[in-house]
């Protein structure tokens, strides 16, 4: 009987998280996670559109050192800035017959500057000049498939010209996100911060649990205790507790709540699993933040589940039964869109390496 969380690869559930010291637990350290299975994916496919007065493209390929290669052959030799251009053809890499069919798809925009060359390109040809972001956005919102999110460079003292048109058209309303970098410090960063959005879509956690007759008077407690990294490289962070029942088909959190740590309740129905009899409680949307930097996410490196039939004692994990289903591999694409002009000087440098560590993190967190 059981009881493990297994770590999934499904459409546009966040599960990436932020760090928190355990707080109000009895135990000063939480015993050692099981060791976790590992995680891969079927594909992940990267493509890149570089741009100045032109569009050059890689196109979507498994091979993501020919991607970081492209992106190291670039140069900002090239004032014009052909951005929303570039953003409509990046979907294009998308649709090659010769692709697997995708799970997720992302589109990363990087830039530093308005667009002052899209309507010199045949397809926009008929937009008026002002109207560059509205043709860019009118295409991203026509591939819904797609999540669009964006990169604004403008150092102190100089905003970037048409930042709320970039922020709000070429992202998507609904899971898109715009990071904006300050200065060239702050450009990895903003990488690493679209990156964890990407892999919060793709990800989400399952537990499974034996069948039994759980009712308010006498519901299943769980203890779950969740173990977050900074990513790659980087050290990891405390762990963090919370306790939640399950009463019927219906999976909560247990007063008092642990604030940096939430899940959409509402979808946290428990269902009979065909493959092994278990009851399978998806947890959409689990995230994990700091409450004093509440956009920093980090991701879900393992997670232990103990049971209990009280609330506050006799929590252990049950062994008696190991059968759980085998990781879902998913197919993801993602194309990086990258402003390559003259204007960004010698901060190009420091974006092609950012890009190159997006590429590579996404590797080693996702296969």
Same mark, same amino acid.
């Given at each position: 009987?059981?009881?493990?969380?297994?770590?999934?690869?499904?459409?546009?559930?966040?599960?990436?998280?932020?760090?928190?010291?355990?707080?109000?637990?009895?135990?000063?350290?939480?015993?050692?996670?099981?060791?976790?299975?590992?995680?891969?994916?079927?594909?992940?496919?990267?493509?890149?559109?570089?741009?100045?007065?032109?569009?050059?493209?890689? %196109?979507?390929?498994?091979?993501? #050192?020919? @991607?970081? +290669?492209?992106?190291? /052959?670039?140069?900002?030799? !090239?004032?014009?800035?052909?951005?929303?251009?570039?953003?409509?053809?990046?979907?294009?890499?998308?649709?090659?017959?010769?692709?697997?069919?995708?799970?997720?798809?992302?589109?990363?925009?990087?830039?530093?500057?308005?667009?002052?060359?899209?309507?010199?390109?045949?397809?926009?040809?008929?937009? %008026?000049?002002?109207?560059?972001? #509205?043709? @860019?956005? +009118?295409?991203?919102? /026509?591939?819904?498939?797609? !999540?669009?999110?964006?990169?604004?460079?403008?150092?102190?003292?100089?905003?970037?010209?048409?930042?709320?048109?970039?922020?709000?058209?070429?992202?998507?309303?609904?899971?898109?996100?715009?990071?904006?970098?300050?200065?060239?410090?702050?450009?990895?960063?903003?990488?690493?911060?679209?990156?964890?959005?990407?892999?919060?879509?793709?990800?989400?956690?399952?537990?499974?649990?034996?069948?039994?007759?759980?009712?308010?008077?006498?519901?299943?407690?769980?203890?779950?205790?969740?173990?977050?990294?900074?990513?790659?490289?980087?050290?990891?962070?405390?762990?963090?507790?919370?306790?939640?029942?399950?009463?019927?088909?219906?999976?909560?959190?247990?007063?008092?709540?642990?604030?940096?740590?939430?899940?959409?309740?509402?979808?946290?129905?428990?269902?009979?699993?065909?493959?092994?009899?278990?009851?399978?409680?998806?947890?959409?949307?689990?995230?994990?933040?700091?409450?004093?930097?509440?956009?920093?996410?980090?991701?879900?490196?393992?997670?232990?589940?103990?049971?209990?039939?009280?609330?506050?004692?006799?929590?252990?994990?049950?062994?008696?039964?190991?059968?759980?289903?085998?990781?879902?591999?998913?197919?993801?694409?993602?194309?990086?869109?990258?402003?390559?002009?003259?204007?960004?000087?010698?901060?190009?440098?420091?974006?092609?390496?950012?890009?190159?560590?997006?590429?590579?993190?996404?590797?080693?967190?996702?296969?």
């Amino acid at each position: 009987m059981k009881i493990t969380a297994k770590i999934y690869n499904y459409p546009a559930i966040p599960v990436l998280i932020c760090v928190l010291l355990l707080a109000g637990c009895k135990e000063t350290k939480p015993d050692p996670p099981e060791k976790k299975p590992q995680r891969t994916l079927n594909s992940l496919h990267i493509g890149v559109v570089a741009f100045d007065r032109e569009a050059r493209k890689y %196109p979507l390929s498994a091979n993501s #050192d020919g @991607a970081k +290669k492209f992106i190291n /052959a670039q140069n900002n030799f !090239e004032d014009s800035t052909a951005l929303c251009y570039a953003v409509s053809e990046s979907l294009k890499l998308f649709d090659d017959s010769a692709l697997p069919q995708f799970d997720h798809k992302f589109v990363l925009t990087f830039t530093d500057g308005d667009d002052n060359y899209s309507t010199d390109k045949e397809s926009y040809a008929d937009i %008026p000049y002002g109207q560059e972001y #509205d043709k @860019a956005q +009118k295409d991203l919102r /026509a591939r819904r498939d797609i !999540e669009a999110h964006a990169i604004g460079y403008a150092p102190e003292g100089k905003p970037l010209a048409r930042e709320a048109e970039l922020r709000t058209k070429l992202v998507s309303p609904h899971g898109g996100e715009y990071a904006s970098a300050t200065n060239s410090t702050l450009i990895l960063p903003a990488f690493q911060h679209i990156r964890n959005k990407v892999m919060t879509t793709v990800k989400t956690v399952e537990l499974f649990t034996n069948p039994g007759n759980f009712t308010a008077n006498n519901p299943k407690y769980f203890r779950i205790t969740i173990y977050p990294s900074h990513g790659s490289g980087q050290p990891t962070a405390p762990a963090a507790r919370m306790f939640c029942s399950l009463v019927g088909s219906k999976f909560s959190v247990v007063e008092p709540r642990n604030q940096w740590i939430s899940f959409d309740e509402s979808l946290s129905i428990g269902t009979r699993d065909s493959r092994n009899g278990k009851i399978r409680i998806p947890l959409h949307k689990l995230t994990y933040k700091v409450p004093e930097n509440p956009r920093e996410e980090l991701i879900i490196d393992s997670i232990q589940v103990e049971i209990s039939s009280s609330r506050d004692t006799g929590y252990r994990v049950d062994t008696e039964d190991s059968l759980t289903p085998d990781d879902a591999g998913k197919a993801i694409a993602v194309v990086l869109v990258l402003d390559c002009t003259r204007s960004l000087g010698p901060v190009f440098g420091v974006m092609k390496a950012a890009a190159r560590d997006f590429i590579e993190e996404l590797e080693k967190n996702l296969r």
